[in-house]
């Protein structure tokens, strides 16, 4: 057997790989690994070359731009079933903004798979659980040479092609496992990291519950898969604090909820709407897309809120972002791109141990880092469109750029670090599918927020309760409002107290107000009734609230 791959779009986001297949009898076939932006197999397939497969891990548009243009040969799309049913929920809709071609034969060669699948005698598939948003999977190669060196029972050689992954869960699918039945020989490892997902998540989350308990009107911008992926983890938490809190996902997001047959506490879903007020409310949480203001349901909810002071709209973008402005709300604009601390693929690697690794989703300068990192493997980090041979006549080959004494030393320590390898055989490879929700291991500083959360504040609207009525009663009449460290209101009210004053005018009059913060220490009272006063008007004012119970 000879393997080798070729970068299709390494100038583009070089998350695209094609595989190359040939058995001793001169049996050929070519894989192609998910089809970004720019792969063009008219020019990276020779003309006695015919595509296989084509294996897509997940359903993000980086991914799968040029998907239905590298249709062809009667080759199958494998992927799981999740990113199966959502492709064909946002095809047509991503279609509209988008070149995608002729999406229906993409639709057509889409084939869901959740065990080994063969495309060879000799060669087989298997999707695994790789977190990153929901449905994501990557791939286990497996490959059988008689002529192996190292393993002459069963000749069996293991590639793992991670996508792009994450070792922790996404909204109750699981992450990259690192302990497998059978050793990995070789990865294609997709290098994004960011090193400040969790805390973004965290700090956006506490900002969005702050906002949503204390009766702002919230509205997070996000493309459809990070919303559900948001939506669940707000869901849980609130379901774990044990304080409800409304979540509504609507347009392309709640379409691919539904499709996913996700059922999380507390999220309702609106596909279709003609009336911002149908999905907006004190109080409630809406989740539309996608990220920019600039089209679609976001458009329209920034747009509702937009004179409000105590709404609030948060962005959360993959890419660079920039708050909105010329609004009265309050906004946020947060990068949150879920890919592994730079630490999470240093371990990946020392786990697994394989003897050869290629780094894809890196170009330039991050390609060459990577390439000097690792000192226990075959590491190709090569920035170019050529035909690379991994492996050929039973054995791992090594770069040629290496020389007989590093190459020595190479092989030393990836010897050492293989007798670290805990390896059990009765291992067996996890589901790819929905499974239960881990807060803890998705990221979520719970502790934090239960204890930002857990104290509440007494509502200033209500008239302090006889001194008999227990706590609960109190709560269930809806005199308990819950807020952050940030936007306390019982905290403000103390405050306020030393500054009660009757007001010094003729004609007095009471009315209610609620107290709003934007957030950076402003503070603003919104009139709960009807009140003899014109906009721009100073106007003094006498605060009262009950007492803390």
């Known amino acids: 057997m000879r393997v080798s791959y070729q970068h299709a779009n390494v100038h583009s986001g070089n998350e695209s790989t094609l595989l190359r297949f040939m058995t001793d009898d001169g049996t050929r076939a070519c894989v192609l690994i998910d089809s970004g932006d720019d ?37 199958p799309i494998y992927t799981s079933p999740a990113t199966t049913a959502i492709l064909k929920r946002v095809l047509p809709e991503a279609q509209k903004d988008n070149d995608l071609g002729d999406i229906s034969a993409a639709v057509d060669a889409l084939e869901p798979i959740e065990d080994w699948t063969s495309i060879l005698h000799d060669l087989e598939v298997r999707p695994v659980p790789a977190g990153h948003t929901p449905g994501a999977v990557g791939f286990v190669i497996r490959f059988r040479d008689e002529n192996a060196a190292d393993d002459r029972l069963t000749g069996e050689h293991h590639l793992l092609a991670t996508g792009d992954f994450t070792t922790r869960p996404c909204a109750g699918y699981s992450g990259l496992e690192t302990t497998y039945p059978f050793e990995i020989d070789a990865v294609l490892l997709n290098a994004s990291t960011d090193d400040s997902y969790t805390t973004a998540l965290n700090a956006s989350l506490q900002t969005v519950l702050e906002r949503a308990y204390a009766g702002s009107q919230v509205v997070v911008a996000t493309s459809s898969l990070t919303g559900i992926h948001y939506a669940t983890l707000v869901g849980h938490i609130t379901a774990a604090l044990d304080r409800e809190l409304p979540v509504t996902l609507v347009g392309q997001a ?30 409630r949480v809406t989740i539309a897309g996608p990220d920019t203001p600039r089209k679609g349901s976001t458009s329209r909810l920034l747009d509702a809120i937009a004179d409000d002071p105590t709404g609030v709209f948060v962005q959360l973008a993959t890419g660079d972002t920039t708050s909105v402005s010329n609004v009265r709300c309050t906004t946020r604009a947060v990068e949150l791109r879920n890919h592994p601390p730079i630490e999470t693929i240093d371990d990946v690697v020392h786990a697994l141990a394989p003897t050869q690794v290629v780094i894809k989703h890196a170009t330039g300068d991050t390609l060459n880092r990577f390439q000097r990192r690792f000192d226990h493997c075959f590491t190709w980090g090569t920035n170019d469109e050529d035909i690379h041979r991994l492996y050929e006549d039973g054995e791992w080959l090594t770069p040629e750029w290496i020389t007989e004494t590093t190459a020595t030393k190479i092989q030393t320590r990836q010897w050492e670090e293989a007798q670290k390898r805990p390896f059990d055989g009765t291992v067996t490879l996890s589901s790819t599918g929905w499974d239960s929700v881990d807060l803890d291991a998705e990221g979520i500083d719970l502790e934090t927020l239960e204890t930002v959360f857990a104290r509440a504040s007494t509502n200033p609207y209500v008239t302090s309760a006889p001194d008999d009525e227990t706590d609960a009663d109190t709560e269930t009449n809806g005199s308990q409002q819950y807020a952050g460290d940030e936007f306390v209101e019982a905290e ?28 950076d220490g402003e503070q603003f009272l919104k009139l709960m009734e009807q009140a003899d006063v014109d906009a721009g008007e100073t106007v003094e004012i006498m605060i009262s609230g009950t007492e803390p119970s």
């Open 39 to 75: 792969v063009d197999l008219d020019s990276l397939l020779a003309d006695d070359e015919y595509l296989n497969a084509i294996l897509l891990t997940h359903a993000h548009i980086d991914h799968y731009r040029t998907l239905a243009r590298s249709v062809r040969h009667n080759a």
């Open 492 to 519: 403000l009210l103390e405050r306020l107290k030393t500054l009660k004053a009757k007001l010094d005018c003729p004609e007095e009059e009471t009315v209610q107000a609620r107290v709003f913060t934007d957030g």
């Open 254 to 283: 709640a379409k691919v909820y539904n499709t996913l047959e996700l059922d999380v506490p507390g999220i309702d879903t609106q596909e279709v709407f003609e009336q911002t007020a149908k999905v907006l409310e004190q109080g």
